[in-house]
């Protein structure tokens, strides 16, 4: 006999971690090649959950865009995270374009490929079209900021540092059916907003009763 689920209650947003915001600041005058490191209390790549919370590291290899302009040609270089310290600072590493000059604004993006080209905004796919996953998909975390280019002769980084902040909240949710009581698997996850609007579509690789979710600030 077939039946017709008319409603899926009790979507309990577990978690939501909307984490602080990161600090860039310079190591010297690094140059180019341009040398900076990265502080702060929680960082993104490695996504994982532990005891209620969403929590996020750098390593080594993630990749973050830096949008700046050499005589009005706009130019994005990813800077790639060269290593992790035992307190979370990670320094970050690029190679600049020839001609860049000091005092040229830069904007930074995180992860790189969620930059959308050379404009120095976010792919909107990466909140309208999401697989749900944690552990395998680290690009829930973006991250946004903007800083000043300092050169110094033949080296360049970040004069006073720039703070990256977060854009989105991630949250967990666990389904389940319009009694509560029994986790429903799903195999599409659809987020609106009071108008009506989809805000992202969830679709997991296979169905499930968890899904972890990238979501913009909203009342």
């Known amino acids: 006999m077939k039946k017709t689920i008319f409603a899926v209650l009790a979507?309990?947003?577990?978690?939501?971690?909307c984490t602080p915001k990161e600090n860039y600041t310079p190591e010297g005058n690094e140059g180019i090649p341009f040398v900076a490191t990265i502080?702060?209390?929680?960082?993104?790549?490695?996504?994982?959950?532990s005891g209620g919370d969403i929590v996020v590291n750098f390593t080594a290899g993630d990749k973050i865009a830096l949008i700046y302009e050499v005589s009005s040609t706009a130019y994005s270089t990813d800077a790639t995270v060269a290593s992790v310290d035992g307190t979370g600072k990670?320094?970050?590493?690029?190679t600049l374009q020839s001609g860049v000059t000091d005092g040229t604004a830069v904007t930074l993006i995180y992860p790189a490929i969620a930059a959308d080209g050379k404009s120095g905004?976010?792919?909107?796919?990466?909140?309208?079209?999401q697989n749900g996953a944690l552990a395998s998909n680290a690009n829930l975390d973006i991250r946004k900021g903007t800083g000043t280019i300092r050169v110094v002769g033949a080296e360049a980084s970040l004069a006073g540092g720039a703070t990256l902040d977060a854009l989105h909240s991630i949250c967990k949710f666990t389904i389940k059916d319009i009694d509560g009581t029994n986790n429903l698997s799903v195999s599409r996850f659809?987020?609106?907003?009071?108008?009506n609007n989809v805000i992202t579509t969830v679709t997991p690789t296979s169905a499930t009763d968890v899904l972890y979710v990238a979501l913009p600030a909203s009342s």
């Open 121 to 129: 905004n976010i792919k909107a796919s990466m909140v309208t079209s």
């Open 39 to 49: 502080q702060g209390e929680s960082y993104t790549r490695a996504v994982t959950e």
């Open 11 to 17: 979507i309990a947003a577990l978690v939501c971690s």
């Open 90 to 94: 990670a320094t970050i590493t690029a």
């Open 190 to 195: 659809v987020v609106k907003d009071a108008s």
